[in-house]
C-alpha cells in the first residue's frame, strides 16, 4: 500500500499539483485505488486539493492535489571532515533553519562529534519553533555499509566501522538514515536542483580531500551495497606524493585544500574563494589539468550527462568551467561530447546538509511507507 503513496507523493514532487485523472494514469492506479489513496493523504494533511486550471487553455478548471511543503520536516545533517552542518528542510526542502561547527579531527573522537551534533540540533529545533520531525539523513564522509547502518571508512577523519547510524539515533531520538556525503549531494541535484529529469549525474566535491558521487535514474549508484565512486584515488602519476589513501600519485594527492592552500602560501581556514585565489598563480594550470586527466576518466566510465561542481569548485572562477567545457569533450567518447554538461552547484555551502534532508526525505517519506 505504501508505494502507491510514495507514488503520487513523488509525482506532486516531481511535477505540481495534478488533477485527479493525471495522478490516477501517471501512477497507472485504478480510480478506487487514487482515491483511496488521496484520502489518507489529505486525511494526514500532507496533500491538499486546489484549483487547477488547465495549462493547455483546453479543459475547464477543476479541483487538483498539491502537496503541503510544511507538513512535516526533516533533519540533514553533513558530517564532514572537522565541520558539521545542520539543516532543518521541509517537504520541497527548502531550508527553515541551519547551523554549523568546526571541531578537530585529531582531538575529537566521534562520540564527542555525535554528541555536539545533538546539542546544535535541539538549539536548532528551537530555533525553528519546534517543528515535526520525520527523521534525520546523515551525510558521512566515506562509504556506508547499507545492511549495517555503518560508516565503512573514512580516510580523512581516520573513522572505521562505525555503527553511525545507532549512535546518531540515541543521541537525536529520531530514527537516521545513512549515506554516503557526496551522494547525497548528487541526489538533492537530482530531486531539487540542476540534476532534475538528467538520467546520470555526477558530482564533484573538493574541500579537505577530493570526492565524488554518482546517481543513476534517481537511484544512488553503490555498487555491491557499500561502494562510492573514488575518483580522488584515480592514480595520475606512479612517483606521485604520497595520498591519505596509502598509495602514491592519487589525484587527490594533488588537489586537495591543504595542497592548494600550501601551493598559494595560505595557512589556516581556507578562504571561500580559493579557486580565485589559486588563479591568480602558477599552480592553476596544473590544478586544471589533473582535474581535466582525471574527469575524463570518470566521463568514460560512468557516462554522466551532468557533472556538478561543489565544496571549493562551486565557487571556482568561469575560467575553471570554460576549460572543462573545452578540453573536456575531446577527450571523452564521441558520443558523449554532445550530451554531457557542467555546472556549479545553486545550494551553496550548505549542500551537504541539504544531501542529508533529501536522502531523509526519500527515505522516510516520499517511499510512501509511512502511510
Ligand atoms: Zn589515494
Not at 494533511?45 to 510544511?70: C, H, M, N, W
Not at 590544478?287 to 561542481?309: K, Q, Y
Amino acid at each position: 500500500m505504501g508505494s502507491h503513496h510514495g507514488e503520487v507523493l513523488r509525482i506532486l514532487r516531481d511535477d505540481g499539483p495534478q488533477s485527479r485523472a493525471s495522478l490516477a494514469r501517471r501512477g497507472k492506479l485504478s480510480a478506487t485505488t487514487l482515491t483511496h489513496v488521496t484520502a489518507q493523504l489529505l486525511r494526514d494533511g500532507v496533500v491538499a486539493e486546489s484549483e487547477f486550471v488547465d495549462t493547455t487553455g483546453i479543459g475547464r478548471p477543476g479541483q487538483a492535489i498539491k502537496l503541503i511543503p510544511d507538513a512535516h520536516h526533516v533533519v540533514g545533517i553533513h558530517l564532514g571532515a572537522g565541520l558539521v552542518q545542520l539543516v532543518i528542510a521541509d517537504l520541497a526542502a527548502s531550508i527553515k533553519a541551519s547551523a554549523s561547527f568546526e571541531f578537530s579531527v585529531r582531538d575529537t573522537a566521534p562520540d564527542d562529534v555525535i554528541a555536539r551534533t545533538a546539542e546544535a540540533l535541539a538549539t536548532l529545533r528551537s530555533e525553528a519553533g519546534d517543528p515535526h520531525l520525520l527523521g534525520a539523513g546523515v551525510a558521512v564522509p566515506g562509504p556506508v555499509n547499507v545492511e549495517q547502518r555503518s560508516l565503512l571508512a573514512s580516510i580523512n577523519t581516520g573513522w572505521r566501522n562505525l555503527p553511525l547510524a545507532k549512535l546518531f539515533e540515541t543521541q537525536i531520538n529520531l530514527p537516521v538514515i545513512l549515506e554516503h556525503n557526496v551522494t547525497s549531494m548528487a541526489l538533492a541535484e537530482v530531486r531539487y536542483g540542476i540534476g532534475r529529469r538528467v538520467p546520470a549525474v555526477l558530482y564533484v566535491y573538493l574541500r579537505t580531500g577530493l570526492g565524488a558521487g554518482l546517481v543513476v535514474d534517481g537511484i544512488p549508484f553503490r555498487p555491491g551495497g557499500h561502494g562510492a565512486v573514488e575518483l580522488g584515488h584515480i592514480q595520475i602519476s606512479r612517483d606521485g606524493p604520497l595520498c591519505s589513501c596509502g598509495n602514491h600519485g592519487c589525484l587527490e594527492s594533488y588537489v586537495n585544500e591543504g595542497v592548494l592552500m600550501r601551493s598559494i602560501g595560505l595557512k589556516g581556514q581556507a578562504p571561500s574563494n580559493l579557486f580565485e585565489q589559486l588563479e591568480a598563480t602558477d599552480a592553476f594550470g596544473p590544478t586544471l589539468d589533473r582535474l581535466t586527466d582525471s574527469l575524463a576518466i570518470a566521463i568514460n566510465i560512468l557516462t554522466p550527462d551532468l557533472i556538478v561542481l561543489g565544496g571549493h569548485l562551486s565557487q571556482a572562477p568561469e575560467s575553471l568551467f570554460s576549460h572543462l567545457r573545452a578540453n573536456l569533450p575531446p577527450r571523452v567518447m564521441p558520443h558523449m561530447r554532445d550530451v554531457l554538461r557542467i555546472d556549479r552547484t545553486g545550494f551553496g555551502p550548505l549542500a551537504g546538509a541539504i544531501g542529508g534532508a533529501v536522502v531523509a526525505l526519500d527515505h522516510f517519506f516520499y517511499s510512501g511507507v509511512r502511510h
